[in-house]
């Protein structure tokens, strides 16, 4: 026990020496937190505010009363639009023509095509047009509903059947994906603060030629892995608990109540994903391990890993796509946590087994890896990095 401590007491001293690696591990906890909260903060005020919006209409003046209610809706005439937008409006380009015959088929109750002409691929323009086409749909109902009444019609006799839509969602259950992403940045801030130890006390003490006179010493193999799975398993714990706690903070400071979101993570709830994050830093830290020992060079080892890192965001946007999950990712590491996670922000009881086949299956690949990577480490091709 006192050589293991011995070379923990080395590892994490040459870790906090190394200045990448503490950069890397404050990048990713504060990465986290600002693309969050300015994704939020955009999509707050996109769904909030009600932007004005410019059109070029032709033949305005055949339809005042379907131009006046466009207005309502802040859908404003092109040549309305300030200075400082209009080259921002006219290579967007949107434009609403109004046949000639416009008043003369509305007073005959004929059918008039308003066409609506604009460059749908383009994403900024989503919002503007279907607010276009909800208005001219409303108005259209509402000529349709006049037009039933003169006749002495019940408008109503046009909709037999009126659908009652209960939302039986809760302010917290809506918020499915926005903590969807929080897991994501979790796991993501896990692997990224763990990447640069592990390839400083793997490839960079190689390089070095330190490990060499490391496994030269009366000490087994096991004991050297064991004592860098700690370090680099200890960095990416630390970094994923502080980005859960910035994440938490930053959540509850948003106005996340003007879209319906509600988000409250109770003490309980961070213990426990700090107990999953556990498991899942050893087996993100021995993987690296195990990757960077097989690269020749420091370079190699990095470009390893960062494909590695692709895994803790790819997994989380893959299960927030898939419409219907099938049961067994609930039980394997990342799809697992990421799932576990997303329902204990959400407010669900936590699914006990669930919870416990995950954690295990994890710690079980990662003693397998653990003793692949010692195993390896008795073999001179891995340790001179030999061809």
Same mark, same amino acid.
């Given at each position: 026990m006192?050589?293991?401590?011995g070379?923990?007491?080395? !590892?994490?001293?040459?870790a906090?020496?190394?200045?990448?690696?503490?950069?890397?591990?404050?990048?990713?906890?504060?990465?986290?937190p600002v693309?969050?909260a300015?994704?939020?903060? *955009?999509?707050?005020n996109?769904?909030? !505010?009600?932007?004005?919006?410019?059109?070029?209409?032709i033949?305005?003046?055949?339809?005042?009363?379907?131009?006046?209610?466009?207005?309502?809706?802040?859908?404003?005439?092109?040549?309305?639009?300030?200075?400082?937008?209009?080259?921002?409006?006219?290579?967007?380009a949107?434009?609403?023509?109004?046949?000639?015959?416009?008043a003369?088929?509305?007073?005959?109750?004929?059918?008039?095509?308003?066409?609506?002409?604009?460059? &749908?691929?383009?994403?900024?323009?989503g919002t503007?047009?279907?607010?276009?086409?909800?208005?001219?749909?409303? &108005?259209?109902?509402?000529?349709?509903?006049?037009r039933l009444?003169?006749?002495g019609?019940?408008?109503?006799?046009?909709?037999p059947?009126?659908?009652q839509?209960?939302?039986?969602?809760?302010?917290?259950s809506? =918020?499915?994906?926005?903590?969807?992403?929080?897991?994501?940045?979790?796991?993501?801030?896990?692997?990224?603060?763990?990447?640069t130890?592990?390839?400083?006390?793997?490839?960079? !003490?190689?390089e070095?030629?330190?490990?060499?006179?490391?496994?030269?010493q009366?000490?087994?193999?096991?004991?050297?892995?064991?004592?860098?799975v700690?370090?680099?398993?200890?960095?990416?714990?630390?970094? =994923?608990?502080?980005?859960?706690?910035?994440?938490? *903070?930053?959540?509850?400071?948003?106005?996340?109540?003007?879209?319906?979101?509600?988000?409250?993570?109770?003490?309980?709830?961070m213990?426990?994903?700090?107990?999953?994050?556990?498991?899942?830093? &050893?087996?993100?830290?021995?993987?690296?391990?195990?990757?960077?020992y097989q690269a020749?060079t *420091?370079?190699?080892?990095?470009?390893?890993l960062?494909?590695?890192l692709?895994?803790?965001?790819?997994?989380?946007?893959?299960?927030?796509?898939?419409?219907?999950k099938?049961?067994?990712?609930?039980?394997?590491?990342l799809?697992?946590?990421?799932?576990i996670?997303? !329902?204990?922000?959400?407010?669900?009881?936590?699914?006990?087994m669930?919870?416990?086949?995950?954690?295990l299956?994890?710690?079980?690949?990662?003693?397998?890896?653990?003793?692949?990577?010692?195993? =390896?480490?008795?073999?001179?091709?891995?340790?001179?990095?030999l061809?």
């Amino acid at each position: 026990m006192n050589v293991f401590k011995g070379l923990v007491t080395k !590892e994490f001293r040459e870790a906090f020496r190394d200045k990448r690696a503490l950069m890397a591990a404050g990048f990713a906890i504060i990465m986290g937190p600002v693309i969050m909260a300015a994704v939020m903060m *955009f999509q707050i005020n996109e769904v909030t !505010e009600v932007k004005k919006s410019y059109v070029t209409f032709i033949g305005a003046e055949y339809a005042p009363q379907l131009i006046a209610q466009l207005e309502t809706k802040k859908i404003l005439s092109i040549e309305q639009v300030p200075s400082d937008e209009l080259e921002k409006w006219t290579k967007q380009a949107i434009q609403l023509t109004i046949p000639e015959n416009f008043a003369i088929d509305m007073a005959a109750a004929k059918q008039v095509e308003v066409v609506l002409l604009a460059d &749908y691929s383009h994403k900024s323009l989503g919002t503007v047009l279907l607010r276009i086409e909800r208005t001219i749909e409303a &108005y259209s109902g509402q000529v349709g509903s006049i037009r039933l009444l003169m006749r002495g019609i019940d408008p109503r006799i046009a909709q037999p059947i009126t659908l009652q839509v209960q939302n039986s969602a809760t302010p917290e259950s809506k =918020s499915g994906i926005i903590m969807g992403m929080v897991a994501m940045f979790i796991m993501t801030s896990l692997f990224t603060a763990s990447m640069t130890a592990a390839i400083d006390t793997s490839a960079g !003490e190689r390089e070095r030629h330190s490990l060499e006179l490391l496994l030269c010493q009366p000490v087994s193999t096991t004991k050297v892995v064991l004592s860098k799975v700690a370090c680099v398993s200890a960095y990416g714990a630390l970094a =994923s608990i502080l980005t859960m706690c910035a994440m938490t *903070f930053t959540m509850s400071m948003l106005p996340l109540e003007k879209i319906g979101i509600s988000i409250t993570v109770d003490p309980m709830t961070m213990v426990i994903i700090s107990f999953m994050v556990l498991p899942l830093a &050893y087996l993100a830290g021995v993987a690296q391990l195990f990757f960077a020992y097989q690269a020749k060079t *420091f370079k190699e080892a990095q470009s390893y890993l960062s494909m590695i890192l692709i895994l803790p965001m790819l997994v989380p946007m893959a299960i927030m796509i898939v419409p219907h999950k099938p049961e067994w990712l609930n039980n394997i590491p990342l799809a697992g946590h990421s799932i576990i996670m997303e !329902e204990l922000f959400k407010g669900k009881a936590l699914d006990l087994m669930a919870f416990g086949v995950t954690n295990l299956l994890t710690i079980a690949i990662a003693v397998a890896m653990t003793l692949l990577l010692a195993r =390896s480490l008795k073999s001179e091709k891995v340790v001179l990095a030999l061809s």
